[in-house]
């Protein structure tokens, strides 16, 4: 039974994580209906860049804003490269393979100029050795805190869209863009928003996945991003707590797969 349990709350904060992937997916549904499914070579791109500017001296909380501004910045050019092209024709499903190939490309940057082979990823806020006793249980404190900070930007994430003037307006581009655009909602803003707020996303992702497993490496994210795609489905496209129901069974159902049939999940 502890081990069930002990599986079980590390499921709970895995899947917390797939469910900000989710929720990336699920801003960029909202505005355009598309996925982007480079996200995975985002939360890639953002844990290496944590790891070179912290190479280079920058404090660790620098170096985490400076990668979030980047990848940020990578979800204007994909919007604007990618998926807005594809859109000018009507019905086309070309934005999935622009995606993806925009994912092959960062993953070949990256294999570029940081190798092929997996990089150690700094500890930010605790170190694999620090626990907490719950319920008898040790707890990793990375776990709790990817947790926390996961659940806290969700909620914040739904708070925004239902209680905030830009919220509604998200969610009057998401019914009737056509609509919105004829009463005055700047629609290409709130699209572009959308992809910038994904990205981030996808990048505080990518943080706390690498803090788990201690190194990141050009083909990390791939994986994670199928997850989030699943919770994704799994919880609705385009609910917010959908998203964390979805990330949080997926969690727990991969952490018990490994744990009692294949150590390899």
């Given at each position: 039974?502890?081990?069930?349990?002990?599986?079980t709350l590390?499921?709970i904060?895995?899947?917390?994580?797939y469910?900000?992937?989710a929720?990336?997916?699920n801003?960029?549904?909202?505005?355009?209906?598309?996925?982007n499914?480079?996200q995975?070579?985002?939360?890639?791109l953002?844990a290496m860049?944590?790891?070179?500017?912290s190479?280079?001296?920058?404090p660790?909380?620098?170096?985490?804003?400076g990668?979030l501004?980047?990848?940020?910045a990578s979800g204007?050019l994909?919007?604007r490269?990618?998926?807005?092209?594809a859109l000018?024709s009507?019905?086309?499903?070309?934005w999935?393979?622009?995606?993806?190939g925009?994912?092959?490309?960062?993953?070949?940057?990256?294999?570029?100029?940081f190798?092929?082979?997996?990089?150690?990823?700094?500890e930010?806020?605790?170190?694999s050795?620090?626990?907490v006793?719950?319920?008898g249980?040790?707890?990793?404190?990375?776990?709790?805190?990817?947790?926390?900070?996961?659940l806290g930007l969700i909620v914040?994430?739904?708070?925004?869209?239902?209680?905030t003037?830009?919220?509604?307006?998200?969610?009057?581009?998401?019914?009737?863009?056509?609509l919105?655009?004829?009463q005055?909602?700047?629609?290409?803003?709130?699209?572009?928003?959308?992809f910038?707020?994904?990205s981030?996303?996808?990048?505080?992702a990518g943080?706390l996945?690498?803090q788990?497993?201690?190194?990141?490496?050009?083909?990390f994210?791939?994986?994670?991003?199928?997850?989030?795609?699943?919770a994704?489905v799994?919880?609705?496209?385009?609910?917010s707590?959908?998203?964390?129901v979805?990330?949080?069974?997926?969690g727990?159902?991969?952490?018990l797969v490994?744990g009692y049939?294949?150590?390899?999940?």
């Open positions: 039974m502890e081990f069930f349990l002990s599986l590390a499921g904060s895995v899947g917390s994580v469910a900000l992937i929720l990336g997916l801003l960029t549904f909202w505005t355009t209906r598309t996925l499914f480079g995975g070579s985002l939360m890639m953002c860049v944590v790891v070179f500017l190479a280079q001296g920058w660790m909380a620098l170096g985490v804003l990668s501004t980047i990848v940020g204007v994909i919007e490269f990618t998926i807005r092209p000018r009507s019905g086309s499903m070309g999935v393979v622009s995606t993806l925009v994912g092959i490309f960062l993953q070949g940057v990256a294999a570029k100029f190798g092929s082979q997996a990089i150690a990823f700094p930010i806020l605790f170190t050795q620090d626990f006793i719950i319920f249980l040790y707890v990793s404190l990375q776990y709790l805190v990817i947790f926390c900070l996961s914040l994430l739904e708070l925004f869209v239902r209680r003037v830009w919220g509604q307006a998200v969610r009057a581009v998401s019914l009737d863009p056509e919105s655009l004829a005055g909602i700047p629609v290409r803003l709130i699209v572009i928003g959308s910038i707020a994904s981030i996303l996808a990048g505080i943080i996945v690498a788990i497993g201690g190194t990141v490496d050009p083909a994210g791939f994986d994670l991003v199928l997850f989030g795609f699943v994704a799994l919880g609705g496209m385009g609910s707590f959908g998203a964390l979805g990330g949080v069974v997926v727990i159902i991969s952490k490994g049939i294949s150590t390899a999940a």
